[in-house]
């Protein structure tokens, strides 16, 4: 069920706490802020990460090193390869060796991103 409320002076329309949309049931839930996943897009692995904003960034989930799947560190919020260590933020950019060039960003498809766009988040009810 919808409500709609004042929010910093626009009329927001949001889920009452604990419902989702039909749209958002149908899709599954979003990435956590915080936490990423590696999908495939166009038979190949793209690395998807959820920025505190709820902001998607999607890179290619292969180490350019050796090309080793890479696996998200969610402790240190990078992605890193099992096969050497190299590590990558989560923009791309090399963060540590041996790997000496970033990751390619990727675009993900409307598809893609809907799936994996968190849900929007629920303001709190005054009753």
């Given at each position: 069920?919808?409500?709609?409320?004042?929010?910093?002076?626009?009329?927001?329309?949001?889920?009452?706490?604990?419902?989702?949309?039909?749209?958002?049931?149908?899709?599954?839930?979003?990435?956590?802020?915080?936490?990423?996943?590696?999908?495939?897009?166009?038979?190949?692995?793209?690395?998807?990460?959820?920025?505190?904003?709820?902001?998607?960034?999607?890179?290619?989930?292969?180490?350019?090193?050796?090309?080793?799947k890479?696996?998200?560190?969610?402790?240190?919020?990078?992605?890193?390869?099992?096969?050497?260590g190299?590590?990558?933020?989560?923009?791309?950019?090399?963060?540590?060796?041996?790997?000496?060039d970033?990751?390619?960003?990727?675009?993900?498809?409307?598809?893609?991103?809907?799936?994996?766009?968190?849900?929007?988040?629920?303001?709190?009810?005054?009753?």
């Open positions: 069920m919808k409500i709609t409320r004042l929010v910093d002076g626009a009329i927001r329309s949001v889920l009452r706490p604990g419902a989702r949309s039909a749209a958002a049931k149908q899709r599954g839930p979003g990435l956590l802020p915080g936490h990423a996943k590696v999908v495939e897009s166009d038979g190949k692995p793209v690395g998807v990460y959820c920025d505190a904003g709820g902001r998607l960034q999607a890179v290619t989930a292969i180490c350019t090193h050796l090309d080793w890479l696996e998200f560190d969610v402790e240190s919020r990078a992605w890193a390869c099992p096969r050497h190299a590590r990558f933020a989560t923009d791309g950019a090399v963060l540590a060796g041996p790997a000496t970033p990751l390619a960003v990727v675009q993900l498809s409307d598809q893609l991103r809907k799936r994996l766009q968190p849900d929007p988040p629920e303001l709190p009810t005054n009753h």
